[in-house]
């Protein structure tokens, strides 16, 4: 048995040992219990192998390559199978869905107490480590848990883990099979039915080919207007698709040709999905009322007064809250509400961020086109918040969100799918629903220049999924409105006013190109994606002679109204935990009293989604100090314990 390496002068055994066959890693396999891995690449298969053929207990691996790694899985039964593993304790698998890690490290506990460490260049897989086609080669390290290589391996690997997402693979899978009476086999199947190839969504396509004939009809566009579209290029089943969905509106439909007024095509979209047309062409919003009248949603500004009457309305709304709601912030509660405001002002121009940021052309955009998530206890007014910001982008046309209980993991592709501009609002979503839009992941892989509509999401859930929160842009309601008729009718009353404001706004905001170097903060480094649309509303206010309110959010509101830096910052205060640095990275050290979902839900789960962190045990490990210490408005200092152990490494000792 290789020697142990001494805890303080600890050297590799057997550096640039060269891989020659399967036998090489099988050596360490026969004695492994346990095993954390971090791979660029793995297969499913290789991983249930693992457990079938060693005695292996436990494995927990880092995929580093930047995709689904449902792809990977070819049957429902090698899922079934990967999700009894995970579900048992014996198999995490852990996703960078952000960035690519080309790592490989291997830290094996044995059965006879040994650690070793392998650090080199094979991925976990049979290819790899054969010999026969790659060639590679490992440091291998023998260690005691004392030494400080294993310190350094387990920072390593913390680093790496601090990169993917919270949840381990499978989990959604997991939450699904646990509270659906539906049969396992068919939660499975729709599960990786979220991975089929796009493409073979024709009906996406046939919307596509009509928005381009709506996009050339020019500015002067009238309900009548008529739609021509073959449909002899489609297969049968896309065919039958598009006369059911036209089937009970005045349209005429061969097995060749589709023939609709524009009115009559825009009724059928709104029945069938339940959002409006909406395009932007000719420097103008186009739109489609769900009882079929054309309305272009850009004009002119009128005279000054008009437009404060119409900024005057969304004070009104606004200012609700220092009338009826109760709340220990007003001013960021209606921080809040404004940003998300800003928000729908800005939905139907993100295909034309898409394209500014070559979505069609690169991947990994999620972040830059987010979706808005608006969190808030029961009573916080979400829902009729939804139908303000709706009827103003669709002069009172569009009266109400989506459900949220009609959620399924068809979900995203059917949001897509009519290729609107105008934005999905679904309103109230359950925790456990948020496991059928994993197709949101890779929303924007599929675009190639057509339109797909913004989201906005409401729930009473403080945090969603990991994978959502880095995708989204999130706003707190933190307030409650109390059930009065007195506010009832007096907030019917305003969001039901005939307000032009976003017409106004349209006409000012499209005059100006798109300058992705503009949205970066220069206080934060971070992009602002509204800045654009706040500069606009300055424009606004300018034109009417009047002053933004002192609520007005100059800079996003999540950010200047921080609700889990308060909550952090209380912690601190409260000495729920202490801050020191340790290797390079800064870590919260929680009160033994704290249990690890507790810490995760009042504490990691409230860390804004630049800052990378994990926990362990009792501990939250934050990777990025420097934003960190930024955000939480306190400098973290070094520990006594690190600062000895860099002293003993200078002098030698």
């Known amino acids: ?106 830290i094996i506990e044995t059965t006879d107490g040994e650690t070793i460490i392998l650090n080199g260049s094979p991925n976990l897989t049979k290819t790899a480590w054969s010999g026969h086609y790659q060639v590679n080669c490992i440091d291998e390290f023998v260690v005691e848990k004392e030494s400080e290589y294993y310190q350094k391996a387990v920072d390593a690997y913390r680093e790496h883990r601090a990169y993917c ?25 729709r599960w990786l039915a979220v991975n089929e190839e796009p493409n073979t969504n024709e009906v996406r396509q046939f919307h596509g080919k009509v928005t381009q004939q709506l996009g050339e009809m020019g500015p002067e566009i009238e309900a ?7 449909l002899q290029e489609y297969e049968d089943h896309t065919r039958e698709k598009v006369k059911d969905d036209f089937r009970n509106f005045e349209v005429a439909i061969t097995d060749t040709t589709f023939q609709a007024s524009l009115g009559e095509y825009g009724r059928a979209v709104s029945a069938t999905y339940d959002i409006p047309k909406m395009w932007v062409s000719d420097g103008e919003v186009h739109l489609v009322t769900p009882k079929g009248r054309y309305i272009s949603m850009t004009e002119p500004l009128p005279a000054p007064e008009e437009v404060a009457a119409g900024l005057e309305n969304v004070h009104s ?10 709340t220990d912030n007003a001013m960021a509660a209606k921080a809040h509400l404004y940003e998300a405001l800003l928000y729908f002002f800005w939905a139907p121009f993100i295909n034309q961020y898409a394209s500014a940021f070559g979505a069609d052309q690169v991947g990994g955009i999620e972040k830059s086109l987010p979706f808005l998530y608006i969190h808030g206890e029961p009573n916080a007014g979400k829902g009729t918040f939804l139908e303000f910001a709706l009827r103003l982008i669709s002069e009172n046309t569009v009266t109400k969100p989506i459900d949220g209980t009609q959620i399924s993991s068809k979900t995203p592709d059917a949001a897509r799918e009519p290729m609107t501009a105008f934005p999905v609002a679904l309103d109230d979503i359950e925790r456990e629903m948020f496991n059928r839009l994993g197709g949101l992941r890779n929303y924007w892989e599929e675009w190639n220049g057509g339109l797909f509509p913004a989201l906005v999401l409401t729930s009473n859930e403080n945090k969603p999924k990991d994978w959502f929160m880095k995708r989204a842009k999130m706003v707190h309601f933190k307030l409650m409105f109390p059930t009065v008729t007195e506010a009832w009718l007096d907030t019917r009353e305003i969001i039901e006013a005939e307000n032009d404001l976003f017409k106004w706004f349209s006409h000012r905001f499209l005059r100006e190109p798109i300058e992705i170097t503009e949205l970066k903060d220069t206080q934060s480094n971070r992009d602002d994606i509204l800045a654009p649309v706040r500069r606009t509303f300055h424009e606004l206010y300018e034109y009417a002679n009047e002053q933004p309110p002192d609520y007005f959010p100059e800079r996003p509101a999540e950010w200047e109204y921080d609700v889990g830096r308060d909550r952090w910052q209380d912690g601190y205060e409260n000495d729920y935990f202490e801050l020191a640095r340790r290797n390079g990275q800064i870590v919260a050290s929680f009160d033994d009293t704290f249990a690890g979902y507790e810490i995760d839900n009042r504490f990691k789960q409230n860390l804004p989604q630049h800052i990378r962190a994990t926990r362990s045990g009792s501990d939250i490990w934050i990777t990025s100090d420097a934003e960190f210490e930024e955000w939480f408005e306190r400098e973290v200092k070094e520990s006594d314990r690190d600062l000895l152990s860099r002293f003993r490494s200078r002098m030698g000792i």
């Open 1 to 106: 048995m290789a020697e142990t390496i001494d805890r303080e002068t600890a050297e590799s055994l057997t550096p640039f040992e060269p891989i020659k066959s399967y036998e090489s890693f099988e050596k360490y396999l026969a004695r492994a219990v346990s095993m954390r891995v971090v791979s660029y690449c793995t297969s499913p298969k290789m991983l249930l192998e693992l457990f079938e053929e060693y005695e292996l207990r436990e494995l927990e691996v880092i995929v580093g390559e930047k995709t689904d790694f449902r792809e990977e899985i070819k049957s429902p039964e090698v899922a079934k199978r990967l999700e009894e593993l995970k579900r048992d304790g014996k198999l995490r698998i852990f996703l960078a869905p952000d960035r690519d890690l080309h790592s490989k490290l291997y």
């Open 317 to 326: 709304y606004l200012e609700t809250v220092d009338r009826y709601a109760q």
């Open 224 to 230: 009548d207007e008529t739609i021509r579209e073959s």
């Open 165 to 189: 997402d919270e949840e381990p693979f499978l989990e959604d899978l997991t939450e699904e099979l646990e509270s659906s009476d539906e049969p396992d086999n068919e939660i499975i199947d």
